[in-house]
Structure formats: structure tokens, C-alpha cells
């Protein structure tokens, strides 16, 4: 498996990393598993140790690669980690007079959530959530004491998930809803008069889901985006 010959360093670069890629698929290498060392892949690559180094590098930013320092270099956890970052960079540096980035990324989140009704219900109708209630509990007392609370918020929607088999899903959620709680303060959106009601919107969320009322669960999914959009829609 070598490298076409490129006229640039920079698609060199590219070469290689697609060539790395093609290594640790075809080997059926798994996150955690090593990879071959900085020579040996000089050699199965057929590019320079420079290139390499180049292409470990940015594989790495990507999470793609881990380089453990003194053990050598591994598959990577492959998490959503830089889509958050640029996400989140990318709504705050649009923010000035336009925050079509974050109406963007709250849509997302609604089109997943109402997108996952059916299987969240098939899954949570008629069982009982106790954790899942003690969330929406503890909800509603930051929002009595007009605190946020976004620990609360990203473990209810994810233990809403939980049962649900699609794990690319449920790192779109998570990682859509670390956006949103990255740009949100950096946005200096005032969000404290709607805790209370962000707080219901949950427990009718769970309520329908229970229940096993798809109609239901939608029109609470749908109420509980609407104070963030008419507030990011004031901003438009």
C-alpha cells in the first residue's frame, strides 16, 4: 500500500492520512488497538517519516489516532469531540448580528429528537423511569431557584435513549447538545425566565413517553425547543 506521487506537502499529507485510514480498515483494526510504528508504517506507506508524522498528526486531532507518548500511537476513541469544536466555533464566530448557526444546530436537534419518537416509545411505553423522573425533579428545583441545569438536561436525553440500539444517534444527540451548551453563554442568551418551563416540557416529554403516545411525545418535543428559538429568532 503505497502513495500516489503528489506535487505538494499538503496532499502528500493527505495521502498518507488516507492511506492510514486504509491500513486500519483493512487490518480490521478496532479504537485502542496499536498501529503499526512510525517506520514500519514509512515503509508500508511508501512516504517519508516527515509525512507520516504530518499525517499521525492531524489524524489525531481528528480522533481518528491516539499517540501515547513513550508506547506508541493506537487506534482512536473516533468520538464526535471535533465536529462539536467546529460547530460550536462556527455559531459563535457567525454571532455577530446573525445566529443562523445556532437556529441551525437547535433545528438538528428537534429534526433527531422528533425523528427518534417511535423508537424511544417502542422502548419506554409502559415501564417505569425512576431516574428519568428524579431528572425532571431535580429540573424543577434549579428552575425554582432560577439556576440551569444543564447536568440534568443532557442525562435525561440520553436516558431517554439509552435503549435505543443506533449509537451514531445518540452521539449526534450528545454532541449536538455539547454545541448548544458550548455557544449558548459564549451567545450571552438570557434563557433563565424559561427554566420552569423548559423544566414541564421535560416532564411532559416523559409523560408521553410512558404513555406511548407518539402525537403526544412530538408536541412536547416541540415545546420544549420553542423558548430557545423564539429567543434565537428575536436575534435574527
Known amino acids: 500500500m503505497r ?4 506535487p505538494t506537502g499538503l496532499k502528500r499529507t493527505e495521502a498518507t492520512m488516507a492511506a492510514i485510514k486504509e491500513l486500519i480498515i483493512s487490518q480490521h483494526l478496532r479504537p485502542g488497538d496499536p498501529l503499526p510504528t512510525e517506520s514500519s508504517l514509512c515503509d508500508q506507506v511508501g512516504v517519508s517519516r516527515s509525512s507520516v508524522r504530518e499525517a499521525i498528526r ?3 486531532a481528528l480522533r481518528i489516532v491516539s499517540v501515547e507518548h513513550g508506547r506508541g500511537t493506537f487506534v482512536g476513541s473516533l468520538s464526535m469531540e471535533p465536529l462539536v469544536q467546529t460547530l460550536a466555533f ?3 464566530l457567525h454571532a455577530e448580528g446573525d445566529f443562523s448557526a445556532l437556529r441551525d444546530v437547535i433545528e438538528v436537534r428537534r429534526y433527531l429528537d422528533l425523528g427518534c419518537a417511535e423508537q424511544v416509545l417502542s422502548s419506554l411505553a409502559g415501564t417505569e423511569q425512576p431516574e428519568l423522573q428524579a431528572c425532571v425533579e431535580r429540573m424543577r428545583e434549579h428552575a425554582r431557584a432560577g439556576e440551569p441545569f444543564p447536568d440534568e438536561d443532557i442525562a435525561f436525553h440520553l436516558g431517554l435513549m439509552a435503549p435505543t440500539p443506533n449509537e451514531v444517534i445518540k ?3 450528545h454532541s449536538l447538545w455539547m454545541v448548544h451548551q ?3 453563554p459564549e451567545l450571552g442568551l438570557e434563557i433563565t425566565p ?3 418551563e423548559t423544566a414541564e416540557a421535560h416532564q411532559a416529554i416523559l409523560d408521553a413517553a410512558l404513555a406511548g ?3 403526544a411525545y412530538r408536541q412536547a418535543v416541540s415545546a420544549h425547543y420553542e423558548p430557545l428559538e423564539a429567543i434565537v429568532q428575536d436575534r435574527l
Open 194 to 196: 424559561h427554566l420552569e
Open 171 to 173: 452521539q449526534l444527540i
Open 90 to 92: 462556527r455559531a459563535i
Open 213 to 215: 403516545d407518539v402525537e
Open 58 to 60: 492531524k489524524l489525531e
Open 3 to 6: 502513495t500516489p506521487d503528489f
Open 182 to 184: 458550548a455557544v449558548v
